[in-house]
């Protein structure tokens, strides 16, 4: 089991903020060495633990870190959450071995696609989790991910892993084929050269050009601490103060964070929102995080509000909400679960994605957590969202690698959807990314500060945003059509 270890510890690693994500295009080499010989099933279900429950601690560690818990909650959080993570690792290798009883020397061809459909499969459901997904490792490397256009981060994923098996199998063949006769020689380099060149065309030709909406991102760095001790009023205040305060005052949009603006301040007549549409100029309109009441049908949202100087509050309510830390998975079907009480928020789920309307542009706006989900974004940008805007507020994380592995995946988010996102942070890190993945502004992690600068908005829809989730189905279609085409070969 060492090689299925180091495997999952090296892939781990190369999902941290430290340029290491070369590692992973190797780091699933140990499993095929591991496998080769295996025949019993039991060896495929021990790999799938161990492996998942390697890779996913190596990855998502800092979940003990967080500041909001007590550290035996936190550390129990982060054990669990590999746990039920590995099931995913688990379905993965139990799928490759019936591939292996069917396809004795070709079942490792499959594995790219076992993979991809699984991780698929796992971006979805109340325990949907795609920040765990092997494409997260490549954002360092902006020309090859811009095949994230046509495929998502699916068919980076696809990449990663094809290249693992066809390099394992070039090795393991040089004992009897001589490396410039190989065909899997010629297969590896041409799978490795093709999306970086793809890549580059795809870089190249999005130059869209329209007319510009000018964009103010405040970063407060509210700690969690003075958020939830300290003055709310004051709290506002230094936001206020801070957006009027920078140079630019000819601004169409300022951003607020996710929970910026208590929900009991935005009362019609309060002396909160009176000074708030103070700040704004004639045609400056605010976003921000906030809480939504539903007292109608006592319903609580994590949200965002849009507003100006004087029509009604628009709001979004956030559908994907982080189980456990939010509310209480299944609590709407078991009535029951709802008076459990580990320290959770108890936020409903919305329902709609709603699109705002800024002039003759129209953007979507999402918090936190949604901004990995690339099917959301999707939603978004197939019911006419222009650009994209993320409140959030890592706080719970004052160090890396949380706050940096939530971020970069806001860059796939641009270029799957060839949208502009605006990524509005607490306590960092707060960007602006335009349509091809480039971070145009940033502000550092638990740093103050101001982002005053410029989007350009985008109509265009990509083959991701058409066609994405349907070649992903015509993989899983090819999985199931292979098990059932051959007789089974069972070795003896």
């Known amino acids: 089991m060492i090689y299925i270890f180091f495997s999952g510890l090296v892939t781990g690693i190369s999902q941290q903020p430290l340029s290491l994500g070369f590692l992973c295009w190797l780091s699933l080499y140990p499993i095929f060495y591991y496998l080769e010989d295996k025949t019993n099933y039991k060896y495929f279900f021990k ?9 996913h601690i190596t990855t998502i560690f800092w979940l003990s870190m967080n500041i909001g818990t007590n550290t035996f909650l936190a550390f129990l959080t982060m054990f669990l959450s590999a746990l039920v993570l590995s099931f995913n690792t688990i379905v993965i290798f139990t799928l490759i071995y019936f591939f292996k009883r069917k396809y004795v020397n070709n079942y490792l061809l499959f594995f790219p696609l076992i993979w991809v459909v699984v991780e698929y499969v796992k971006s979805f459901g109340v325990l949907g989790f795609p920040w765990v997904s092997l494409a997260n490792t490549q954002t360092d490397y902006l020309i090859l991910i811009q095949n994230a256009e046509i495929l998502g981060i699916y068919g980076i994923t696809f990449w990663i892993v094809f290249v693992n098996v066809i390099f394992y199998k070039l090795i393991s063949s040089l004992e009897n084929v001589n490396v410039k006769n190989n065909i899997n020689f010629y297969i590896l380099i041409l799978i490795i050269i093709v999306p970086w060149f793809t890549g580059y065309q795809l870089y190249i030709k999005n130059n ?27 709290n506002l205040n230094k936001i206020i103060t801070m957006s009027i305060d920078s140079s630019d005052k000819n601004i169409d949009l300022i951003i607020w964070p996710e929970s910026a603006l208590p929900a009991y301040f935005l009362n019609q007549g309060s002396n909160q929102v009176k000074k708030i549409r103070r700040m704004l100029g004639p045609n400056t309109k605010l976003v921000s995080g906030t809480t939504n009441f539903d007292r109608k049908n006592d319903k609580v949202y994590n949200s965002v509000v849009y507003l100006d100087k004087k029509n009604d509050f ?35 789920k919305g329902k709609d994605v709603n699109i705002f309307n800024y002039d003759r542009y129209r953007f979507g706006s999402v918090v936190c957590y949604e901004s990995t989900f690339p099917w959301l974004f999707n939603e978004f940008v197939r019911n006419g969202s222009e650009f994209m805007i993320i409140v959030t507020n890592d706080g719970w994380y004052e160090t890396a690698p949380e706050p940096q592995q939530h971020a970069k995946q806001s860059i796939f988010r641009a270029i799957e959807n060839r949208k502009p996102i605006i990524r509005c942070a607490n306590t960092g890190i707060s960007m602006i990314i335009d349509s091809k993945g480039n971070i145009e502004h940033k502000l550092e992690l638990n740093k103050k500060g101001i982002i005053n600068a410029s989007i350009i908005p985008n109509k265009n829809i990509t083959f991701y945003n058409k066609f994405g989730d349907y070649l992903i189905l015509f993989m899983g279609f090819v999985l199931l059509f292979s098990l059932l085409i051959k007789k089974t070969k069972i070795e003896k």
């Not at 790999?47 to 890779?55: E, L, M, P, R, S």
């Open 47 to 55: 790999a799938g633990v161990v492996w998942g429950i390697t890779y």
């Open 208 to 234: 869209y050009q329209s007319d510009k909406i000018s964009v103010k991102l405040v970063q407060p760095n509210i700690s969690l601490k003075q958020k939830w001790m300290g003055n709310p009023v004051e």
């Open 314 to 348: 628009q709001y979004y309510n956030k559908i994907q909400l982080v189980p456990m830390a939010e509310y209480v998975p299944w609590s709407n079907i078991f009535s029951f679960l709802r008076d459990l009480n580990l320290g959770q928020a108890n936020f409903s």
